[in-house]
C-alpha cells in the first residue's frame, strides 16, 4: 500500500517520500483497520520531519499524526464500531498511509461531516478541552486568557469555553483578526502590545483571571502572569516564537503562580485518559457540527502531491489536508 515516509530529518523534499509498503493484516481480536480518507499536516508533522518535536519515532517511519477513515475490517469482539463506520485515527497513529490497524476501544461512528473539519478533531481540540477542564476550576462567567488565539488550539479554546459558559479574552498580533475571531465567538480580542495586563483588567472589569494558555514563549509568558490573578496558572502548550520562555521569579514567589507545560503526546500514555475519550469527542462533535469549532483549510492533496503540501503547511494560512488520492 502507498504510504509517505520520512527517512532522515531535513528539508522535506530530501527526507519525504512516497513509497509502497506491505499491507496490513487482517485485523486481530478487538482491533479494527481503516481506511484513511483525510489527514492534516500539523505542525507537529513539520517538527518530526526537522528532527526537533519531542517525539521522534525510529527512521524510517510513516508520517501523519491524525486523521478520519472508514472501518475497512473489525476483529473478533469488536463491537463499538462496524464496517463501512466513519471513525476518527487515534492520535499520533502514522496515519499519512491508505490503511491504518488499531485497537482504541473509545472509537466510535462519526456523523457525516466535512472530511477535512474532521480529521482535525484529534488533536487540537483535544488539547484546549483538557487544558480547559483540568488546570482550573471554573463557573458560569469565569474568563480565560490566550495569546496565539488564532492557532489551531486557540481557536478550539473559543467554542469550547462558550459552551461552557467561560468567557475568553483572546491576543492576537493582527488588528484584521480580531473581527474574525469575534464572529467565531470571542468575548475579547486584544492587540498584542504595550501594557496588555492593563487592558486585559479594563476589558475584563478586573474580573480573577485564574488561567491563562500560551502558545508563543519568549516576553509573552511573563505578559500573562502580569494579567491573571493570585495563585493563577500560565498553561505552555507550545513555543510558536521559538525564542526560550521569560518569567519573572519575584512574580511567581509572591503571587504563588505557576507555569505548567502540557504536551497531549504525554497525557495520551496515561490509559486512565484514554477511558474518556469518547465522552469529550462527544461533547466536541456538536461544535463541529454546528461549525462553532472550525479551521481553516489552505487545500486539500493527494499523496502524491505531499511536498505540495508540506510546502503550503509551512506557510501557516491554512491547514493542508492530505488524502491518498489526489483530488480534482
Same mark, same amino acid.
Given at each position: 500500500?502507498?504510504?509517505?515516509?520520512?527517512?532522515?530529518?531535513?528539508? !522535506?523534499?530530501?527526507?519525504?517520500?512516497?513509497?509502497?509498503?506491505?499491507?496490513?493484516?487482517?485485523?486481530?481480536?478487538?482491533?479494527?483497520?481503516?481506511?484513511?480518507?483525510?489527514?492534516?499536516?500539523?505542525?507537529?508533522?513539520?517538527?518530526?520531519?526537522?528532527?526537533?518535536?519531542?517525539?521522534?519515532?525510529? @527512521?524510517?517511519?510513516?508520517?501523519?499524526?491524525?486523521?478520519?477513515?472508514?472501518?475497512?475490517?473489525?476483529?473478533?469482539?469488536?463491537?463499538?464500531?462496524?464496517?463501512?463506520?466513519?471513525?476518527?485515527?487515534? !492520535?499520533?497513529?502514522?496515519?499519512?498511509?491508505?490503511?491504518?490497524?488499531?485497537?482504541?476501544?473509545?472509537?466510535?461512528?462519526? !456523523?457525516?461531516?466535512?472530511?477535512?473539519?474532521?480529521?482535525?478533531?484529534?488533536?487540537? !481540540?483535544?488539547?484546549?478541552?483538557?487544558?480547559?477542564?483540568?488546570?482550573?476550576?471554573?463557573?458560569?462567567?469565569?474568563?480565560?486568557?490566550?495569546?496565539?488565539?488564532?492557532?489551531?488550539?486557540?481557536?478550539?479554546?473559543?467554542?469550547?469555553?462558550?459552551?461552557?459558559?467561560?468567557?475568553?479574552?483572546?491576543?492576537?498580533?493582527?488588528?484584521?483578526?480580531?473581527?474574525?475571531?469575534?464572529?467565531?465567538?470571542?468575548?475579547?480580542?486584544?492587540?498584542?502590545?504595550?501594557? @496588555?495586563?492593563?487592558?486585559?483588567?479594563?476589558?475584563?472589569?478586573?474580573?480573577?483571571?485564574?488561567?491563562?494558555?500560551?502558545?508563543?514563549?519568549?516576553?509573552?509568558?511573563?505578559?500573562?502572569?502580569?494579567?491573571?490573578?493570585?495563585?493563577?496558572?500560565?498553561?505552555?502548550?507550545?513555543?510558536?516564537?521559538?525564542?526560550?520562555?521569560?518569567?519573572?521569579?519575584?512574580?511567581?514567589?509572591?503571587?504563588?503562580?505557576?507555569?505548567?507545560?502540557?504536551?497531549?503526546?504525554?497525557?495520551?500514555?496515561?490509559?486512565?485518559?484514554?477511558?474518556?475519550?469518547?465522552?469529550?469527542?462527544?461533547?466536541?462533535?456538536?461544535?463541529?457540527?454546528?461549525?462553532?469549532?472550525?479551521?481553516?483549510?489552505?487545500?486539500?492533496?493527494?499523496?502524491?502531491?505531499?511536498?505540495?503540501?508540506?510546502?503550503?503547511?509551512?506557510?501557516?494560512?491554512?491547514?493542508?489536508?492530505?488524502?491518498?488520492?489526489?483530488?480534482?
Amino acid at each position: 500500500m502507498k504510504a509517505i515516509q520520512q527517512v532522515g530529518y531535513g528539508p !522535506p523534499a530530501e527526507v519525504v517520500r512516497l513509497v509502497d509498503v506491505p499491507d496490513l493484516d487482517a485485523p486481530g481480536p478487538g482491533e479494527v483497520v481503516i481506511t484513511v480518507e483525510a489527514s492534516p499536516i500539523q505542525p507537529t508533522d513539520l517538527l518530526m520531519i526537522e528532527g526537533t518535536y519531542g517525539h521522534l519515532p525510529s @527512521l524510517p517511519h510513516v508520517l501523519g499524526v491524525e486523521g478520519v477513515g472508514r472501518v475497512a475490517a473489525v476483529g473478533r469482539g469488536v463491537t463499538h464500531v462496524s464496517e463501512g463506520d466513519r471513525v476518527l485515527i487515534p !492520535p499520533f497513529t502514522p496515519a499519512w498511509a491508505e490503511r491504518v490497524k488499531t485497537g482504541a476501544p473509545w472509537l466510535r461512528r462519526l !456523523p457525516d461531516l466535512d472530511l477535512g473539519q474532521l480529521s482535525m478533531l484529534g488533536m487540537n !481540540p483535544l488539547t484546549a478541552h483538557v487544558i480547559l477542564t483540568e488546570f482550573a476550576p471554573f463557573g458560569p462567567g469565569d474568563w480565560v486568557l490566550q495569546n496565539g488565539a488564532t492557532s489551531s488550539v486557540g481557536r478550539a479554546v473559543i467554542p469550547i469555553a462558550k459552551s461552557r459558559g467561560i468567557k475568553t479574552v483572546n491576543v492576537v498580533r493582527r488588528a484584521e483578526l480580531v473581527d474574525e475571531l469575534i464572529t467565531l465567538g470571542a468575548d475579547v480580542v486584544l492587540l498584542d502590545g504595550p501594557d @496588555l495586563p492593563g487592558r486585559v483588567a479594563e476589558a475584563t472589569g478586573n474580573a480573577e483571571i485564574m488561567l491563562a494558555l500560551d502558545c508563543v514563549g519568549d516576553s509573552a509568558t511573563q505578559d500573562l502572569l502580569n494579567s491573571i490573578a493570585l495563585y493563577g496558572t500560565v498553561v505552555v502548550y507550545s513555543g510558536m516564537s521559538g525564542k526560550p520562555f521569560t518569567a519573572s521569579g519575584p512574580r511567581l514567589l509572591f503571587h504563588g503562580q505557576s507555569i505548567c507545560g502540557f504536551w497531549i503526546f504525554n497525557w495520551l500514555r496515561n490509559s486512565a485518559n484514554l477511558c474518556n475519550l469518547a465522552e469529550v469527542f462527544d461533547e466536541l462533535l456538536p461544535l463541529l457540527e454546528s461549525g462553532a469549532l472550525s479551521t481553516p483549510i489552505a487545500g486539500i492533496f493527494g499523496f502524491d502531491q505531499h511536498l505540495e503540501a508540506l510546502d503550503t503547511a509551512a506557510k501557516l494560512g491554512g491547514k493542508a489536508i492530505l488524502t491518498p488520492r489526489r483530488r480534482p
